[in-house]
């Protein structure tokens, strides 16, 4: 196939030559991005969290009335041993917070009293001596809470406390030369507190972008949050019997005090609707860049198609002529495909500048990360491809042009 006559073709339809090239330029830099983009939210919501998702659940228990930080505390202790001692429940807590809530407390880590500027951040529980087990959380160095170490948090008080158990992503992050067993960090004033257990992975409240950095950094206080607000009650149900202690959690917490609010929408959530509310964000984000994707190749599709056909209605004498010169169905074939491959090539060159320069643009402005070559190379097949199949039933139409049916139309 000689390249010269197709180029000097090219050149009688300038416009829609470069405009059609656009096109596959424009829809390789964004299908790129947006393909990158979906790895990365598909990827974000299938992060493990480091708890017993299958068995837990979560309780908003909000109090009715105004009672005093120590009746509250009070009142806890009575609603833990009750939840305790429901047939299908393991074991129960209560926190400030849980992975993936979707917001809550965070602390800046110093390693020295004085210092001003933060070592890194860490999302912070609180919990006593039972939440390990109740969330399921796997203790890789060091001990538990012992229960005289879990205070109430008043008021007057701060949240830091003399012990901390931490992540192994955090103690990596403030240890990277060795254990961080034994050592001690600051988050407020000038009380060190020490790391006296380590467990595997606890994912964060929080799992926005802005977190990022800071993923699986966590740390538990062994603290009781008396305040007014409310607390949440996790719960840890036996295999096999979440949706029984779902059902008979709230009675046993109202049989113990009926000044309490729970939402009876969304108060109790079994951890399987906390990881879908967690990550709506990144599942809509990821649908619509799908769509995107789908639509934007699905138009460069029929603009290859249209362009194709109108060029092939222009060229029946040019068609026929070379046909009653002995070119075969599969010489005028490979013509509009080898045609195609020209104007798709250009279009992917300049797409791929696109495509890394939008990346850079993603990576200044949304703090995005770098988009590997492969997505760039899979893209440039794709968008070939697509040129390829598109152009096929038309150059197909042109094929069947008969030489003796040309020749009546010179």
Known sequence: MQ???????????KAGTVLIALQIALTLAIVCNALFIIHQRVAHLSEPSGIDEADLFVIDNQWANAPSPQAIDAQMQADLAALRGLPGVRDATASNSYPLRGGGWDDFIM??????????????????????????????????????????????????SPVVIVTRALADKLYPDGSALG????????????????????????????????????????????????????VRAKPGELAAAMREAPKALYAQNRMRIIDPKDGVLSFAQVRH???????????????????????????????????????????????????TRHDILRYFQTENLLIAGGGVVVGAMLAVGLNLWMMRQLASDRMPLPYVLAGVVVLLLLGQGAVLVPALRASRVSPVEATRTV
């Open 3 to 13: 390249i010269q006559p197709i180029l000097a073709a090219l050149r009688q339809h």
């Open 111 to 160: 390693m020295t009293p004085e210092q001003v500027q933060k070592t890194t951040d860490a999302t912070v529980y609180f919990g006593d001596a039972h939440f390990l087990d109740a969330l399921g959380v796997k203790l890789i160095a060091g001990r538990n809470f012992r229960p005289d170490e879990v205070t109430p948090l008043l008021p007057q008080h701060h949240a830091t």
């Open 183 to 234: 050592k001690s960090f600051y988050t407020e004033g000038t009380t060190p507190t020490t790391i006296i257990g380590i467990v595997e992975r606890l994912q964060r409240s929080e799992v926005d972008t802005w977190s990022v950095p800071y993923a699986y950094q966590a740390l538990i206080w062994p603290r009781r949050l008396d305040g007014s607000f409310g607390t949440y009650y996790v």
């Open 277 to 327: 509310h967690a990550y709506d964000s990144d599942r809509g984000t990821a649908i619509l860049m799908g769509i995107i994707c789908a639509v934007l190749l699905v138009i460069t599709g029929a603009g290859i198609v249209g362009l194709t056909s109108f060029w092939v209605g222009q060229r029946r004498k040019q068609i026929g002529i070379r046909r009653a010169l002995g070119a």
